[in-house]
Structure formats: C-alpha cells, structure tokens
C-alpha cells in the first residue's frame, strides 16, 4: 500500500489530529532555536537568566506531563490536551511581552507546563486509528511534525532581525496564534473520536502511576526512549555543536546546516521508508534506530581526526542522513510499543511517562556532552555515545517488550498469533497481536 493510499484510509480524526500537530511544529519552528537570542539580545538580559528559563521550562514540563497524564485517563484526552495547549499559548505569548527577569521566567513557567502536559498526544492519535494502525499514524505524525517544524524555522530566519524587536514578539504571538488553532481542532476531532471519553473517565479512578509503573514491558520501552534521546535525538541541538567548538573552528552556519539537512532527511526517510517500517518488528525498528546513531557517531569520530572542516561538515550530514534513517524506525516503533501497553484506564499516564523519559534524555545527553567537552574529553564522550547506542540496540534485542497488533495483509490470516512467553502480556490478548519477545 503506497504512503498516500496510507494517508487517505485513516479517519477524520486522525487526520484532524495531525493537522493540529502541525499547526503548533510550524510555531515552535519559528521561535525554538531563538529564546536565548531574543532574551539576551532583544531584551538585554543575562544569559543566566535565559538558560535559566529554559531549564524552568523543562522542570516545569515534567510536571506539567504528570498532571496532564493523570487529567487525560480521570477527565478524557481532549480536555487534557487542550488544556496544555491553551497553557502553552499563554506561556509563550507572555514571551512577547517580557520587560522584566521574573516576567521570562513565569512565561517559561507557564509555558512548561503547556508543553509537558502535550505528552497525551499520542493516547489521542492510538484512540483515532485501530490499534494495527498505529504506526501509520505515528509515522505520519513524525513527518508532519518534522516538516513543519522546519517551515517554520526558515520563514523565522528569514523575518526576525536583532535590530526589530518587534519581529521576535510576532513570531511568539504567531506561536500562541497556533496552540489556540490546535486546540479548536482537537476539540473537533475530539467529538468523532471511536474511544468514548467516559470510558477514560471511568477508568481513571482505577488506575494510578503506581500500577503504569510496574508493567514491566512498558518500563523496558521507557529505558530504550531516554536512552535514544539521550545519545541521539537531544544531541542535534546542543550536545553535538558543544563537542564541534570544542575541537573544532565550527560555525554558526555550520550548526544551521546540519539542523536543517536533518530536518529534510528525517521528512524525505520517513515518507520513502514507511512502507518498510509498518512491517518491520518493532524490536527490530528500536534496534535499527539505534544502530544508526552508532553510526554516526562513528562517522563524527572519523571526521574529527580529519581536521578538515570540509570532511567534517560532508561526514556529519552523511552521519545525519543515516541518523535520519533510525528516526523513521524510531518514530513509529516508540509511540506503538508504549500504546500497546497501556490500556484505556491509563494510556494518558503511560503516554505522559513517555513524555518525561524522553524529556530526561533531552537534559542528561547534552549535560554529559557539555561536561565532557569542558573537560577536554570531547572525542571520549563521542566513544562514549557509539558505546551507549550500541548498548541500546542490545537492549530492544533482548528486554521483553509490549505485544502489538500487526498490520493485516491480504491473504494473511486472521487468527492471533501466540506470544512466546505465554502469560506475560500486561493487557488483555487482541486479535493479531505480534510477539515482542524474544
């Protein structure tokens, strides 16, 4: 089945969903990689303060993410995410307005707990879609995702100028502008869902973090997210160019290029490779993702004895090409493996664990590279990242995973298939289901 014939057979609310999904990637591409710009230069605040709001943000999130997690199984998905939608337009349109330290802090405050709390997402997309449908939609989430967020960051490179500051505050009202669309979408797909917002609101009352966190097939999945993150996804905005300017005269324009080859490659692999990622095992896709940052990792090594900045400018958009590669695995693989473990009593809470784990990658990898490269061990912590992400690729080959429902092909039966380790599973068997385990 091509990608288009794909896109046409999901629902209404599945498509609406993405949509929505879009609408916020294209304003958080036009404000991500200028906070610190416009608070330090805009603004003429430290740069203390504006890492500090950034570290608030995510220290808000992760609590914005258990909020909203146990909102979504207690009051339904669709009032939990437009709730954090509408709290990360006030967040970020706050920006727009900032004269004073404090006033930056609250917006990221507040703007953290928006963000956070958009961790249910994917309960919504798995509530839209069959559950042998999963990895289409979180495939096409991915790409929609990836494609606008990179719109968005060229149109705000082109418009926002240091010497305008009026152009930095339209780009975070623009910003807001999208969280209030999304959410009136969501409220739209939210009415033709197939999931009955009451079953979520029943089940609630029965579920808690406490029994989310003692599936064990879902803590595994949990591990192999906050370590891709750690080592790869969170490296291409901070951890990769801390370990450039330290062995290396990098450039700005530099950093640009690689963030933008990886935001056309990721869009490029996720729609050439979908027909291939729906029927790989999703154990094989983790492993694959992460064998392939192995990878690039490697190729950075390489590079950076070199000493050539063209070698190493050519080796690092080969090694985020391949980088891109595993994202398309990664993407449709991780959302579905954390789904089938949940059950409607606590998909949000599971969903917003997903959230977090990926969340605490995204702070500890740049951290460990930024210590390393302070310390003049630049090259070990790129040994360090290939060991790890190898280390990970084990690990989806041998942790017990969720079991998943496969994707039906014509002539294929219609019968389960039974799990390897009868017993083992932590929800009720469905039809069609596919073994994780080893």
């Not at 943000?57 to 909020?67: P, Y």
């Not at 339209?170 to 669309?181: G, I, K």
């Not at 729609?271 to 999703?282: F, N, Q, Y």
């Not at 039974?418 to 083992?424: K, L, V």
Request: glycine share 10%; charged share 10%.
């Amino acid at each position: 089945m091509s990608v288009v014939q794909d896109f046409k057979d999901l629902p209404a609310p599945a498509k609406q969903l993405l949509l929505a999904r879009g609408v916020t990637s294209f304003g958080s591409g036009l404000v991500l990689p200028l906070l610190v710009i416009y608070l330090v230069q805009g603004r003429g605040f430290g740069i203390s303060l504006a890492t500090g709001a950034m570290a608030l943000t995510s220290v808000t999130a992760f609590v914005g993410g258990l909020v909203a997690g146990w909102a979504a199984d207690r009051f339904g998905g669709v009032r939990a995410a437009c709730t954090a939608l509408l709290l990360a337009a006030v967040g970020t349109g706050m920006y727009a307005w900032v004269t004073a330290p404090w006033q930056a802090l609250a917006a990221a405050a507040v703007f953290g707990l928006g963000v956070g709390g958009t961790s249910v997402w994917y309960g919504l997309l798995a509530e839209a879609v069959e559950a042998d449908r999963h990895p289409v939609v979180f495939g096409f989430h991915f790409g929609v995702a990836n494609a606008a967020l990179g719109v968005g960051g060229i149109l705000a490179g082109i418009a926002v100028s240091v010497e305008r500051l009026w152009t930095f505050q339209a780009v975070y009202l623009a910003d807001a502008v999208t969280f209030v669309l999304a959410a009136v979408v969501t409220v739209v797909a939210g009415r033709s869902l197939p999931t009955a917002r009451d079953r979520a609101q029943e089940g609630g009352r029965k579920s808690s973090y406490v029994r989310v966190l003692a599936n064990g097939p879902l803590l595994a999945v949990l591990l192999i997210g906050f370590l891709m993150f750690s080592i790869g996804y969170s490296q291409l905005e901070s951890g990769i160019p801390a370990v450039l300017v330290a062995v290396s005269d990098v450039r700005t324009s530099d950093i640009a290029l690689m963030c933008l080859a990886d935001t056309a490659f990721a869009v490029i692999a996720q729609i050439a490779l979908m027909p291939v990622v729906k029927r790989t095992p999703h154990r094989v896709s983790l492993a694959i993702a992460a064998l392939t940052w192995m990878v690039f990792w490697v190729v950075l090594l390489g590079a950076l004895q070199s000493g050539s900045r063209v070698v190493l400018l050519t080796s690092i958009c080969a090694g985020v090409a391949v980088a891109s590669v595993g994202a398309a695995f990664y993407s449709m693989a991780m959302p579905t493996l954390v789904n089938a473990a949940a059950t409607s009593a606590d998909r949000g809470r599971a969903n917003a664990l997903l959230g977090i784990s990926t969340s605490l990658g995204f702070t500890a990898g740049p951290f460990a590279a930024g210590l390393f490269a302070d310390h003049g061990m630049a090259r070990v912590w790129v040994f360090v990242a290939a060991a790890t992400a190898a280390t990970t690729a084990l690990l989806a080959r041998v942790l017990r995973l969720p079991a998943t429902a496969r994707p039906e092909e014509p002539g294929q039966s219609k019968e389960p298939e039974q799990s390897e380790e009868p017993g083992r599973s932590e929800r009720p068997a469905e039809p069609r289901l596919q073994s994780e385990a080893v």
